[in-house]
């Protein structure tokens, strides 16, 4: 009893799909190439432009699986042709961000600067020195390397000083009272 996923996966054109039957699944676009192993119980049929992903049975961990392929694959589409952006903010006196060829060094606060290398397929942009954004097909490699740059100087809650993502909202805290 095959169940077909609810919403599709629509291929546009100028990218290209390939499902090996070993369950991986290689997505080719005009920003590049992505490749992932799928789970071999889920199945990933191609016609016409559109991507329908079934499972063989209703059982929990077959349902979950196939969530999850689904989104992998369609972050992969996704990423292959607009590709995925995370904006970070570097909030306090003299903190700031600096390009050093493609690697991001930053000054905030420690006696030496933290260079942060990219991953490869990951890219970094500094519009100005307390704003920065993390490019990249993958979507997962975009947030991980957000996530480790943000790790750097984490917000504090008693002045908000730190890096954090656009639109992330830092509880404050009342400090000491005379």
Request: hydrophobic share 35%.
């Amino acid at each position: 009893m095959s169940r077909i996923g609810r919403k599709p996966i629509e291929v546009p054109s100028g990218v290209t799909v390939q499902v090996s039957p070993g369950g991986t699944v290689n997505v080719q676009g005009p920003l590049g190439t992505l490749e992932q192993q799928v789970p071999v119980r889920i199945q990933i049929v191609q016609e016409e432009g559109v991507l329908n992903v079934t499972r063989p049975t209703d059982r929990g961990d077959d349902r979950a699986l196939h969530g999850l392929t689904r989104t992998l694959v369609a972050n992969m589409v996704e990423g292959v042709t607009k590709g995925f952006e995370k904006h970070l903010e570097i909030q306090g006196v003299g903190y700031r961000a600096q390009l050093k060829g493609a690697d991001l060094e930053l000054a905030v606060g420690y006696s030496h600067s933290v260079t942060i290398t990219p991953r490869s397929g990951v890219s970094f942009e500094v519009p100005i020195p307390t704003q920065i954004v993390v490019k990249g097909t993958d979507k997962q490699a975009v947030g991980q390397i957000a996530a480790e740059i943000r790790k750097v100087r984490p917000p504090e809650p008693y002045k908000g000083k730190g890096i954090r993502y656009r639109d992330e909202q830092v509880r404050r805290k009342v400090g000491k009272r005379a």
